[in-house]
């Protein structure tokens, strides 16, 4: 794993955003796996203004986000669609043929699956899949003691994740238990990936998914066994690493064509 750590929510977010800048320039055309929820929504405003100064087009990629709710119409201001279109989409040049979500809410949810499934492996693959990570350790909505083989799937969400997304909802009982999401296997076919967190929060989960065992207590600690994994954390995020200093070192002594 590639350890960043930065000062501030800002710094954090700009170097998310030169990850994903450094892969759409190294490819013709780029499949962007998307994530949602608090933690990327700053690094998507630096995207936008990217794309606005002219550093950046989103012309040649396809995209294919996490997870949705079930259950959740793509027009309701709770959903993961709404939440692309408003925060991402429509402010980027992105055709929106090649834009993709779950479908949370068709009546054969295992038939959607399958086809989504099926339009990241004809779209050629993921080349860097965006990733968060909950408190619990889940990545996407793929909660502990889940299968590491698991491909998208519809899910039932843990209580603890139900009690953390209420903070979006009005009542905790509106958050919806279902949700479609990409697998861990799924996931760990992203030729890369990059991972985002901030604040105390979180620090735990991170700590077990850097420096822990790999265990399904932790879904996010598979990452240990992916190729190409960037971590990026604010200082509230990294400060349970053993290794926090040694993260930092590794770093500042990078050759030139390994930074961003």
Same mark, same amino acid.
């Given at each position: ?74 027009? +309701? ?33 295992? +038939? ?51 009690? +953390? ?96």
């Amino acid at each position: 794993m590639e350890i960043l750590i930065r000062d501030t929510l800002k710094a954090s977010a700009q170097m998310a955003a030169r990850v994903v800048l450094k892969i759409i320039h190294s490819e013709e055309k780029t499949v962007l796996g998307l994530a949602t929820g608090g933690t990327p929504l700053r690094m998507y405003q630096e995207l936008i203004r990217m794309k606005q100064t002219g550093e950046l087009s989103f012309k040649n990629c396809t995209t294919f986000n996490l997870d949705e709710y079930a259950g959740l119409l793509p027009e +309701d201001e709770r959903s993961y669609h709404y939440y692309m279109m408003s925060n991402f989409f429509d402010h980027v040049d992105i055709d929106r043929k090649h834009v993709h979500l779950p479908d949370g809410n068709t009546e054969n949810l295992r +038939d959607a699956c399958r086809k989504y499934e099926q339009q990241i492996k004809n779209a050629g693959g993921i080349d860097l899949q965006v990733l968060g990570i909950g408190a619990n350790g889940h990545i996407g909505f793929n909660e502990p003691t889940g299968s590491f083989a698991s491909r998208t799937w519809v899910k039932i969400l843990s209580e603890q994740t139900i009690q +953390d997304n209420s903070v979006y909802f009005e009542k905790q009982e509106e958050v919806p238990r279902h949700v479609v999401t990409m697998g861990i296997a799924t996931i760990m076919e992203s030729r890369h990936c990059l991972l985002l967190a901030n604040g105390a929060k979180k620090a735990d989960a991170i700590r077990k998914m850097i420096e822990g065992p790999i265990s399904a207590s932790c879904p996010a600690s598979i990452l240990q066994m992916h190729p190409r994994v960037t971590v990026v954390l604010d200082e509230e995020a990294a400060y349970l690493l053993t290794f926090k200093d040694h993260y930092k070192w590794v770093e500042k002594n990078k050759l030139d064509w390994q930074s961003y």
